[in-house]
């Protein structure tokens, strides 16, 4: 069984900084796509960030220059999201998901929440 634990979310100011982290575990290995995702009030899920097997990543526009995704280079089932410069309207659930074999897993998400 698939699992994935997100980790790091929580309040913060704006121009602040906020590490993500998610960890999959269930005996998996070679893990082709992770990313992350997220959602705010009233709107719909939307990619933020993804990083491939060869390490190929993916930002939304919204986030460029601002978020870096990365993969933990030994266990390479851990991805990162590390937010910097954060703004009010970077509040949302923030959620981590990963390609498996065809398959698509989410985290449980966590909450991001950025104050003026």
């Known amino acids: 069984q698939v699992r994935l634990v997100e980790s790091g979310g929580g309040l913060v100011q704006a121009g602040g900084s906020l590490r993500l982290s998610c960890t999959a575990s269930?005996?998996?290995?070679?893990?082709?796509?992770m990313g992350w995702y997220r959602q705010a009030p009233g709107k719909q899920r939307e990619p933020i960030a993804t990083i491939t097997s060869d390490g190929s990543t993916n930002y939304a526009d919204s986030v460029k220059a601002r978020f870096t995704i990365s993969r933990d280079n030994n266990a390479k089932n851990t991805v990162y999201l590390q937010m910097n410069s954060l703004k009010p309207e970077d509040t949302a659930v923030y959620f981590c998901?990963?390609?498996?074999?065809?398959?698509?897993?989410w985290g449980q998400g966590t909450q991001i929440t950025v104050s003026s």
């Open positions: 269930g005996n998996i290995f070679n893990i082709d796509f």
């Open positions: 998901t990963i390609d498996y074999r065809g398959s698509l897993y």
